[in-house]
């Protein structure tokens, strides 16, 4: 899929009744080897959230909920392309269920402590900042709305 020079992606931070978080090593790209979320580019035809809940699926085999926004990650690459992600704390739907990695993409997929990812030089810095942080948690409870007909949504959800 053409891209073009917006990039839009989604992730997904899972965090277990141990507080470990699900983390994955993907065998491309500049995470490659790294610890990282489940994460990867939005859709056609797909909201953020959908794409966060389909990465993780894909990458981890888990089926999930959204439970809200923790974040945003926004850069520019070489002055030309802009990198966008949102970042989803997602909540498991079957915690019997165990993560597999897609062999396609994911090299390992594992529950992780933070002061293991802290102490790890594999961990990815964007998960190495998100541990620093408390974050808060901008929940969805709008769903559904209807801004108007007149825009021709056929997907509408707020979090605040």
Same mark, same amino acid.
């Given at each position: 899929m053409k891209r073009g020079n917006v990039w839009l992606a989604a992730a997904g931070l899972l965090i277990d009744q141990d507080g470990r978080w699900l983390v994955v090593k993907k065998k491309y790209g500049g995470l490659k080897? &790294?610890?990282s979320l489940p994460a990867g580019f939005v859709d056609e035809g797909e909201?953020?959230? %959908? @794409? @966060? *809940?389909?990465?993780? *699926?894909?990458?981890?085999? $888990?089926?999930? #909920? @959204?439970a809200g926004i923790i974040g945003i990650r926004s850069g520019v !690459? +070489?002055? %030309? !392309?802009?990198? #966008? &992600?949102i970042l989803f704390l997602l909540e498991q739907k079957d915690l019997s269920q +165990? /993560?597999? /990695?897609c062999e396609d993409e994911i090299s390992e997929v594992r529950w992780m402590a933070k002061e293991e990812l802290l102490q790890n030089q594999e961990t990815s810095v964007m998960i190495?900042? &998100? !541990? *620093?942080?408390?974050?808060? $948690? $901008? *929940?969805?409870? $709008? =769903?559904?709305? =209807?801004p108007g007909k007149h825009f021709g949504y056929t997907s509408y959800k707020l979090f605040f």
């Open positions: 080897g &790294m610890w909201t953020i959230e %959908q @794409a @966060a *809940k389909r990465e993780v *699926k894909e990458e981890t085999g $888990l089926e999930t #909920n @959204a !690459i +070489k002055d %030309q !392309i802009s990198d #966008n &992600m +165990k /993560p597999v /990695p190495h900042e &998100m !541990i *620093k942080y408390d974050f808060s $948690l $901008l *929940k969805s409870g $709008l =769903d559904p709305v =209807d």
